[in-house]
């Protein structure tokens, strides 16, 4: 009887697993395995930021810091139209206290205006509302596994009560995020929102410098304007965001396939501004 190759080649094999020999040609990577590990590890990247986003509306800044971001990486950053906040420390100060000082401002002055509300722990936030989805996702995972880029279209509002007094806004913006693997778990690295629009209902976007019509009390300060408020780690040119006049252009760059971090750009602050932080 003629045995075929293959069935020659399966016997090989086996008679070298029964005799405890070696195969005699290593075996070749599956990359069906690989595409299925791209695959998880996007859908674990997705999953992220979804937590992020539901973290975010309900006001949970520590939370997002503590369990999302990297804890590891010496230069993670957040970054906004015009600057970076560089390191936990400085996220911490500006991303998590700072925003708790300004509720807790916004409550005590919605507490005199309306004394039925009451300026206690539990109204922290107490007629707040913000809340952002993740749209056109497009995510990119290393070749080596180690890192990943994401780029997503954002649109949502946020209502609060700046000096107690209501204030509403639609947000269109843009996430451009780097993520690492700490102990095998995607994290938040370089996290950039460019705000392209941000205009009351029935305000008109393409005039740009319309403020709230919010009445201040004598040395009152709109929480935007506060010069306590933490200063950027490393400034950066204005991203301009919506401009009648502005070419659109690709801003900020568009992920591509990569084989390791070295060999792509990166979403956080200048290397050079970083490490002379």
């Known amino acids: 009887m003629r045995i ?19 195969p005699t040609r290593a075996a070749t990577p599956d990359p069906t395995a690989h595409q299925v590990q791209v695959l998880w590890d996007i859908q674990q990247v997705q999953d992220l930021m979804s937590r992020h986003e539901w973290y975010y509306s309900a006001g949970e800044h520590q939370r997002e810091l503590d369990e999302l971001f990297a804890h590891h990486q010496a230069d993670v950053s957040f970054g906004t139209n015009v600057g970076f906040w560089v390191g936990l420390p400085s996220i911490k100060r500006s991303y998590v206290d700072w925003f708790k000082k300004q509720a807790g401002k916004d409550l005590a002055a919605l507490s005199r205006r309306h004394p039925e509300i009451k300026d206690t722990p539990d109204n922290l936030l107490i007629g707040t509302s ?9 995510v990119v995972v290393a070749d080596d596994g180690r890192t990943a880029k994401g780029l997503w279209y954002t649109i949502g509002q946020v209502s609060q009560t700046p000096l107690g007094q209501p204030d509403a806004n639609y947000m269109w913006e ?12 995607w994290k938040i690295w370089h996290f950039n929102v460019f705000t392209d629009i941000a205009t009351q209902p029935g305000g008109d ?11 201040l009390e004598p040395g009152e300060v709109l929480p935007w304007q506060d010069p306590e408020a933490p200063p950027f780690d490393i400034p950066m040119e204005r991203y301009k965001g919506y401009a009648l006049t502005e070419v659109r252009g690709e801003k900020p760059l568009i ?3 990569y084989r390791t971090f070295s060999e792509t750009f990166s979403y956080g602050p200048p290397v050079k501004a970083a490490a002379g932080k």
């Open 4 to 22: 075929t190759r293959a069935i020659a080649l399966s016997m090989s094999v086996l008679a070298g697993a029964v005799l405890g020999a070696a």
């Open 130 to 138: 913000m809340m952002h989805t993740l749209t056109t996702p497009l």
């Open 174 to 185: 843009r996430y451009a995020i780097d993520f690492i693997k700490e102990d095998g778990v």
């Open 205 to 215: 976007w393409t005039k740009p410098g319309s403020a709230p019509k919010i009445a």
């Open 255 to 257: 992920p591509v396939p």
